[in-house]
């Protein structure tokens, strides 16, 4: 299987996706399928992250943003979510260094006022740690909500107008994109979901308008290297016209 993808040609490949953005999703099931508590998949997927980012910065990709946990996975049990939170420090104890040797920035958007303190701080630390780094940008998006983020963006543009510090008229999409948690990096080439589940679950929505979407069965605990080069081949393969015509872009 390894030797399926030629990853030297994928890189020159001129459209390599700059941005991957992933919906984790299926840790749940798989731990249930195996008899397993759902943390389980949880710490399975975390090998699956380490290989996803490998991958990432082998083929060429600049950002590379990991749906980790919504707004709405608060309402999850209490015992899940504080396993959860506990993982994420320390996976994020254990990995900043090797991220940092790798060149890796290390960003996180989302509500981060929202996570305990321990959270936050290791979160923090690990963006300050990696914040001149050149390398691929791992963004884990934590206690994210699309609709919240644009509802955000949108009320300082609100606030600009009554203060007189802007126009009504000048608000465009350029404006409106400078003011979500996404401003210093481009929108989403690729979008990629596991778990097979055909929806956005509140994700990028504003960013991901023109991205393209690839969705497979593979549960992401299973989701590793060569799944996510295949998905870099189905990108490459595909005819990105942003509502033009084939004969536009051929000319």
Not at 42 to 59: L, T, Y
Not at 106 to 120: K, W
Not at 193 to 206: A, D, I, K, V
């Amino acid at each position: 299987m390894a030797s399926t993808f030629n990853i030297e040609t994928m890189k020159k490949h001129p459209r390599v996706p700059k941005h991957v953005a992933v919906i984790m999703d299926g840790n749940g099931r798989w731990a249930k399928e195996r008899g397993l508590p759902r943390i389980s998949g949880h710490i399975e997927g975390i090998n699956s992250v380490r290989d996803v980012v490998k991958a990432a910065h082998e083929v060429g990709v600049k950002y590379l943003t990991l749906y980790t946990f919504s707004k709405e996975n608060w309402n999850r049990p209490a015992s899940e979510v504080s396993a959860l939170m506990s993982l994420l420090v320390k996976t994020l104890h254990e990995e900043i260094s090797e991220l940092n040797r790798n060149n890796v920035r290390f960003n996180v958007i989302g509500c981060i006022n929202d996570l305990p303190d321990e959270t936050a701080k290791q979160m923090l630390e690990g963006i300050e740690l990696t914040k001149n780094n050149t390398g691929l940008t791992l963004t884990l998006a934590l206690s994210y909500g699309s609709r919240f983020e644009i509802s955000e963006a949108v009320r300082s543009l609100c606030w600009d107008v009554f203060k007189g510090t802007l126009l009504p008229q000048d608000v465009n999409e350029t404006l409106i994109s400078s003011r979500l948690y996404t401003a210093d990096m481009p929108d989403p080439d690729l979008l990629i979901r596991t778990g097979g589940e055909m929806r956005f679950s509140n994700f990028l929505l504003w960013q991901s308008a023109y991205a393209e979407f690839y969705v497979t069965q593979t549960y992401w605990p299973d989701f590793r290297k060569n799944d996510f080069f295949e998905a870099i081949q189905s990108y490459l393969s595909r005819e990105r016209r942003f509502g033009k015509v084939s004969e536009q872009l051929n000319k």
